[in-house]
């Protein structure tokens, strides 16, 4: 008999919903209900495409003894961790403050008020290296609860003591300068691997945000070094088991520093990051591998993610059905030589497994192997290899194919829309602005209520409950400005506006300007999360940062651009000690630096020479540039205001901090102007 998460939209919850554990989800109701029996909430947090969440479901959850036994001690709580990440971050900051880490599933024992006071992660059914079984750790809860339960609200109230003790310190009230971004890159290059890219060990991230960072500090001071770490870096992992040499697209992380074997599920966001990085690295470079890696990315999201009502789907599993009605991670993926020369015959799979590097002992699992292009050197028939790719690609198509999280994530899809749309304009695609303006177009009218409030999901075309936080604000507004930018169409400035305005007065103190992460009148927890660090996404710190930088290039207004310097003064404080965790600060604090650059192209919208010069200014490198497009005439955007042709021909203005440049109709001229 299902549960009640029955009746809930995210698929990790109705993963669940046939569980034999009598689940609740987030409510009050939940906590109603533990203050009614007396008994403690076992909160459960985890999300659809996580491993070690399934090998517990299946381990614990679906198994009868031990529902049996949550039934009579616990009020059984389990969350989605990106349909609640205010939930989600307010118990790993907790979990990670007692144990010194952190993950997923995350398991926390909370009182009746939500106060947590024995935490953990993944528990196994039995005892395990030094780990107790998950049995073990309900019944030693269940005891102390009963037999303890003055000591247990002692712990409980301390750590929600300490949790409130923990408030940033927002450190230097003034803007990051050129010494402080100096330091950031210092610290990076002391955290590179050389022989690998990338930053630190295993596991090892992609590290899109720092990149973007790299990438930004180059083209405003010439530092081959951040371009050489950016470029190495995006070649090794595109080269890697990381990227999916057959269909393309970037799983979450990989296990190894050498980028060899991943954790196998493809998350939105990770794609989206990385379509815009390796989309900015070929703009800076012109290489062809950014160049392919990009749109294979952007094709990726758009074949296998893209939902029926025009949004991005949040990920694809990590497991799938390995033929034998056994779920296991990357089946979908991996390969032996045997299964090489089934697809291919022999002479073309001895061919695939050099090129691949498929090997007989395998890289991974039970003599299978991740594809990767290990080979930099020697040459290949191109054309041989291509018809390798289709037949393999095709075979690979007929194996049981992950599972899908078709929750549509505000956040996630705003970058989706940022890097489909500048994708689309570089590399003239309409069909990736068209897939970029239908999900921007869903977000408007199924995410945004009548007071353009964001909800934080929906799915299957229906809206879900949950509020949207600061990230789902500053990620949504980043993908509409960047329509702004390659459309010309001005609508998408106002809705930013829109979704920017709520940022200063909903997650924004007034005095000190430290940002929330959730809304003054969300609901209230135990603390009111706030974290201007990078993790898999920019910080919403970094992010509401970074848009309100480029809101207030495009429109003048000086509320969102003080707003913005007043957020970047954490940078100041945490770029050059912890450079790789506020990569998305960092950059916004580059286009901070070079103005940013306004750049206003006016003319007929069907003449050639107004789309040269509008290609010309999406293409320019200065960081955080931004461009308004339109007939002469045109009060779409505010940087058109007054602004008129020159000897009646297409015509570009360039400005940064108050100042512009002569108007310019040579595109010669407007490209080194934007290259000072």
């Not at 609640?84 to 997923?104: I, L």
Request: charged share 25%.
């Amino acid at each position: 008999m299902p549960n009640r998460l029955a009746h809930e939209t995210s698929p990790y919850l109705l993963q669940h919903a046939d569980n034999p554990v009598d689940w609740w989800p987030w409510s009050a109701e939940a906590f109603e209900e533990a203050r009614k029996s007396g008994k403690p909430v076992l909160l459960s947090v985890g999300y659809s495409s996580c491993h070690w969440c399934h090998v517990m479901a299946h381990e614990s959850f679906e198994d009868q003894e031990t529902a049996d036994y949550l039934n009579a001690h616990f009020v059984s709580v389990k969350v989605d961790r990106e349909e609640r990440p205010d939930v989600d971050a307010v118990y790993m900051e907790a979990v990670q403050a007692a144990t010194g880490q952190g993950g997923w599933p995350m398991t926390v024992f909370l009182t009746p008020d939500a106060e947590p006071f024995y935490f953990g992660t993944y528990f196994p059914p039995a005892p395990r290296q030094g780990s107790p079984s998950f049995r073990q750790v309900l019944e030693g809860v269940h005891s102390a609860w009963t037999d303890r339960r003055d000591e247990v609200a002692e712990v409980a109230e301390k750590i929600v003591r300490d949790l409130a003790g923990r408030e940033i310190a927002f450190g230097d009230t003034q803007v990051p300068g050129e010494e402080d971004l100096a330091g950031a890159l210092l610290g990076l290059t002391r955290d590179y691997d050389a022989g690998h890219g990338g930053f630190g060990g295993a596991p090892k991230f992609p590290p899109s945000m720092a990149i973007e960072f790299l990438l930004r500090h180059h083209a405003r001071t010439g530092a081959e070094g951040a371009l050489q770490m950016a470029a190495d870096t995006c070649e090794r992992m595109a080269r890697g088991g990381i990227y999916d040499q057959l269909a393309g697209g970037f799983a979450r992380y990989s296990v190894d520093r050498e980028w060899v074997v991943p954790h196998f599920e493809k998350m939105l966001y990770d794609n989206a990051l990385l379509c815009r990085v390796y989309a900015h690295l070929w703009r800076s470079t012109g290489s062809d591998l950014a160049r392919r890696v990009a749109l294979e990315t952007a094709d990726f999201m758009v074949r296998e993610l893209r939902t029926n009502e025009g949004g991005f789907a949040s990920a694809l599993d990590a497991d799938s059905d390995d033929g034998t009605g056994k779920h296991v991670e990357g089946a979908y993926y991996v390969w032996t030589p045997a299964q090489l020369r089934e697809v291919l015959g022999e002479q073309d799979a001895e061919l695939a497994a050099d090129y691949f590097g498929v090997t007989q002992e395998g890289t991974f699992e039970e003599g299978a192997s991740v594809l990767q292009l290990p080979q930099s050197e020697g040459v290949f028939d191109a054309e041989r290899i291509a018809s390798i790719r289709a037949r393999l690609l095709e075979a690979r198509g007929e194996r049981p194919a992950p599972g899908r999280d078709d929750k549509v994530v505000a956040a996630w899809n705003g970058l989706a829309v940022a890097a489909l749309a500048e994708t689309g304009a570089y590399f003239d695609r309409p069909d990736l602005i068209e897939a970029a303006l239908g999900a921007a177009d869903l977000l408007v009218r199924l995410h945004l209520d009548e007071h353009a409030r964001l909800a934080r999901t929906s799915k299957d075309g229906r809206v879900g409950a949950n509020a949207g936080v600061l990230e789902d604000y500053a990620d949504v507004s980043e993908g509409f400005l960047a329509l702004a930018s390659v459309t010309g169409e001005g609508v998408w400035l106002e809705f930013a506006g829109f979704l920017l305005d709520h940022v200063l007065v909903q997650f924004t103190d007034e005095e000190s300007g430290t940002l929330y992460d959730t809304a003054a009148d969300a609901e209230k927890l135990i603390r009111r999360p706030q974290d201007p660090t990078d993790n898999a996404t920019p910080s919403g710190w970094s992010a509401a940062a970074g848009a309100l930088l480029s809101y207030a290039a495009q429109t003048g207004a000086e509320p969102h651009r003080a707003a913005a310097e007043r957020a970047l003064g954490v940078v100041k404080a945490l770029g050059p000690r912890a450079p790789r965790f506020i990569g998305w600060g960092l950059a916004t604090a580059e286009a901070l630096l070079d103005g940013p650059r306004e750049v206003a192209v006016v003319g007929p919208v069907d003449d050639p020479a107004t789309k040269e010069l509008h290609r010309a200014a999406l293409l320019a490198t200065a960081p955080g540039a931004v461009v308004a497009v339109g007939a002469p005439d045109s009060d779409e955007l505010p940087l058109l205001a007054e602004r008129l042709l020159v000897s009646g021909e297409p015509t570009a203005y360039v400005c940064r901090n108050f100042t512009c440049d002569a108007p310019t109709t040579d595109v010669d001229r407007l490209r080194e102007a934007l290259k000072r």
